[in-house]
């Protein structure tokens, strides 16, 4: 159901913030190199930059995922990297196959 996967995902969220807060508070990552050396275990590094996609980098689409708390949809990703949405499917699949991304129903959202 939907109010479970908010709750999950404010659970998922909570965490995160709290990993980050430890980091910081320990003095052991900037803030650039803990939000953009993470990947979930297993998956494939995230490319620097995918022609495909415009020149955006993963960075920039996980940022915008990252935000979204309740998700976003491949359309509003689209619009925010000012990219066609059917450009960026091919683009989003291959991140979704890699493991970088999770789709959760018509939202996509970070493992």
């Known amino acids: 159901s939907d109010a479970a996967i908010d709750a999950e995902n404010d659970a998922v969220n909570r965490d995160a913030n709290d990993a980050v807060n430890?980091?910081?508070?320990?003095?052991?990552?900037?803030?650039?190199?803990?939000?953009?050396?993470?990947?979930?275990?297993?998956?494939?590094?995230?490319?620097?930059?995918?022609?495909?996609?415009?020149?955006?980098?993963?960075?920039?689409?996980?940022?915008?995922?990252?935000?979204?708390?309740?998700?976003?949809?491949?359309?509003?990703?689209?619009?925010?990297?000012?990219l066609s949405p059917l450009a960026l499917g091919p683009v989003l699949e291959d991140h979704l196959e890699a493991g970088r991304l999770v789709r959760r129903g018509k939202k996509l959202f970070l493992p």
């Open 22 to 82: 430890r980091e910081f508070t320990n003095g052991a990552a900037s803030a650039v190199g803990l939000l953009t050396s993470t990947s979930p275990e297993g998956a494939d590094p995230a490319p620097a930059a995918d022609e495909a996609s415009g020149g955006h980098d993963f960075r920039e689409i996980e940022a915008i995922v990252r935000s979204a708390l309740r998700g976003v949809t491949p359309e509003d990703l689209a619009r925010e990297l000012d």
